[in-house]
C-alpha cells in the first residue's frame, strides 16, 4: 500500500484522528500540544500520527490534504483544520459538538 492510500486509510477508519509532532503524552511542538490538549478537554478519545517517525506521511499528507502545516485534525473524514481553527472552534463550543457527534452512534444532532 501506498502512502496516500494509507493516509486515506487512516482517515477512514478513524472518527477523530489528528496528524501531530509527537504524540498526546510527549508533544513535539506547542501547536500540537495545544491541539491535544483542547482534543482531550473535550472528553473523548481520538487516534493519532506521529508525523516526526512517519516520514513519509509528513511529506505526503500536505499534498493529500492540500494543507500545508501540522498539526491537522480529521473528523468523520473530512479535515478539520489545524491549531488555528481548531482554537477558534473550541472557544465557541464547536469543537466539543462536533467530536461528540463523531463518536455518537446516530448522527441525528448533526442536522442542529
Known amino acids: ?20 509532532k509527537g504524540n498526546p503524552e510527549q508533544p513535539q511542538c506547542g501547536f500540537s500540544a495545544q491541539a491535544t490538549q483542547m482534543l482531550m478537554s473535550c472528553g473523548q478519545r481520538f487516534a493519532y500520527v506521529d508525523i516526526l517517525s ?11 490534504s492540500n494543507w500545508p502545516t501540522f498539526p491537522q485534525l480529521y473528523v468523520d473524514g473530512e479535515l478539520v483544520g ?15 459538538t462536533l467530536v461528540e457527534s463523531a463518536v455518537g452512534d446516530d448522527k441525528e444532532s448533526a442536522a442542529e
Open 82 to 96: 489545524g491549531c488555528d481553527i481548531m482554537t477558534d472552534m473550541f472557544e465557541k463550543g464547536e469543537l466539543q
Open 54 to 64: 512517519n516520514p513519509e506521511i509528513r511529506s505526503t499528507l500536505p499534498v493529500v
Open 1 to 20: 500500500m501506498g502512502t496516500e492510500e494509507t493516509i486515506r486509510q487512516q482517515i477512514d477508519t478513524n472518527s477523530i484522528l489528528l496528524y501531530m
